[in-house]
């Protein structure tokens, strides 16, 4: 059974750090894509960034693009996020997700339960 | 890029059936057939209904279904029942190989 697991979540200030992780079980972690989604306290769905099987193409939102670094270890099963310069509007909760498809084009067919970051002074 | 347009709320009767449309542009919804569809419970992580427009997931009930038509996407529920309510996601792949949501359809059952 597929299995996603995210830690790492808390309260940071303003122009903080914070590294997310996620651990995968019961697929093979290596040949699919993985993405982090995040969603804010009553608000809706934000893709935030994706990695492909070998870190071969690496992709992120608009508004995490330069502050935000995805990044996988196969021997490990594991997805990163490190996430700098916060800003409040990065508080969410944030969801790693399986890509399907594995190719061209994406949808998300496996979530974890999610990790919540909480950016405030 | 802003989020994909969807109505905020859709309501019907138990076995009515009703359809949420997931609006976009030449730029994802209408240049790909890439469109997914994701319901969320309160408290819970999505859970991937549609996906490739029209595809639906092993164990996905066949009362689910998506289409597309230019740069409009829509899930249509039948049959409507008391375990449909929840929140409803559109997604689309873009040309700029990042990924567009909806704002979010909350589907009540009456």
């Not at chain 1, 993405?35 to 994706?50: F, Y």
């Not at chain 2, 969807?6 to 009703?18: D, H, K, M």
């Not at chain 2, 409009?72 to 559109?90: N, P, V």
Request: glycine share 12%.
């Amino acid at each position: 059974e597929v299995h996603l697991v995210e830690s790492g979540g808390g309260l940071v200030k303003p122009g903080g750090s914070l590294r997310l992780s996620c651990a995968a079980s019961g697929f093979s972690f290596s040949t699919y894509s993985i993405n982090w989604v995040r969603q804010a306290p009553g608000k809706g769905l934000e893709w935030v960034s994706s990695i492909s099987s070998s870190s071969t193409y690496i992709y992120y939102s608009d508004s995490v693009k330069g502050r935000f670094a995805i990044s996988r270890d196969d021997a490990k099963n594991s997805l990163s996020l490190q996430m700098n310069s916060l800003r409040v509007e990065d508080t969410a909760v944030y969801y790693c997700a399986r890509d399907g498809r594995g190719s061209t084009g994406r949808y998300f067919d496996y979530w974890g339960q999610g990790t919540l970051v909480t950016v405030s002074s | 890029q802003s989020a994909l347009t969807q109505p905020a709320s859709v309501s019907g009767s138990p076995g009515q059936s009703i359809t949420i449309s997931c609006t976009g542009s030449s730029s994802d919804v209408g240049d790909y057939n890439y469109v997914s569809w994701y319901q969320q419970h309160p408290g819970k992580a999505p859970k991937l209904m549609i996906y490739e427009v029209t595809n639906r997931p092993s164990g996905v009930s066949d009362r689910f279904s998506g289409s597309k038509s230019g740069n409009t996407a829509s899930l249509t529920i039948s049959g409507l029942q008391a375990e449909d309510e929840a929140d409803y996601y559109c997604s689309s792949y873009t040309s700029s190989s990042t990924e567009l949501f909806g704002g979010g359809t909350k589907v009540t059952v009456l």
